[in-house]
């Protein structure tokens, strides 16, 4: 996935700016590279964030920072690890050797919140299937629980989901601005290319319940 660079400029443009193909997760399958990112809007700051040294964006104290996502149908329980930017713009992804644990973007909305919240996984990795294997198995009317850290879960119902092309990543679909609180999951799918990564992504939408 890479992003491009984002500066500061109001939040809302900077999750439309932070993520053209913001979740273009381009190397499920190999060291995974960050998702990509559109132009910064001209009016928008961008999140503050940093980091292709790993390093995360401040932790929030906030309660309603979320800390664990669960996907009953498909028998999903992963933590969730924070993402934020790299030093170079791009969204992070979670490292392969942790594929098996899905990220929330701190730019974001927290789950529950007014927005949209995104979280981003792999598919598979180079160790092999990882927690987002089987997301392409989800149904319309699923259910997604998300804990936060003050202990408590909110519900979403997922409403559909799409495959696309990373080259054409609908940035503001997944990224935009929602009247209500709406969760976006995030892995890659489809064909490989010439190197050996997906070119697709597979996008799931969810409502909260």
């Given at each position: 996935m890479h992003v491009r660079n984002l500066s500061r400029r109001p939040r809302t443009a900077a999750l439309l700016t932070a993520l053209v193909t913001c979740a273009a997760l381009t190397a499920c399958a190999g060291p995974a590279p960050s998702p990509a990112a559109p132009p910064p809007a001209a009016s928008a700051p961008a999140p503050s964030a940093t980091a292709s040294t790993g390093t995360q964006p401040p932790a929030s104290t906030d309660a309603s920072a979320p800390t664990q996502v669960t996907i009953p149908s498909l028998k999903i329980?992963?933590?969730?690890?924070?993402?934020?930017?790299?030093?170079?713009?791009?969204?992070?992804?979670?490292?392969?050797?942790?594929?098996?644990?899905?990220g929330w973007y701190t730019g974001g909305a927290a789950p529950g919140r007014p927005g949209a919240a995104v979280l981003i996984g792999h598919n598979d990795t180079?160790?092999?299937?990882?927690?987002?294997?089987?997301?392409?198995?989800?149904?319309?009317?699923?259910?997604?629980?998300?804990?936060?850290?003050?202990?408590?879960?909110?519900?979403?119902?997922?409403?559909?989901?799409?495959?696309?092309?990373?080259?054409?990543?609908?940035?503001e679909r997944v990224y935009g601005a929602t009247k209500g609180s709406t969760l976006r999951l995030v892995t890659c799918d489809g064909a490989f290319d010439s190197e050996g990564h997906p070119v697709d992504n597979l996008i799931v939408y969810a409502e909260l319940s």
């Open positions: 329980r992963s933590s969730l690890m924070r993402l934020g930017l790299n030093a170079d713009g791009t969204v992070e992804v979670p490292p392969a050797e942790q594929g098996m644990r899905a180079r160790f092999g299937r990882a927690v987002f294997h089987d997301l392409k198995d989800i149904r319309k009317g699923a259910e997604v629980l998300v804990r936060d850290s003050g202990g408590k879960s909110v519900r979403f119902t997922v409403t559909d989901k799409e495959t696309v092309s990373k080259k054409a990543f609908p940035t």
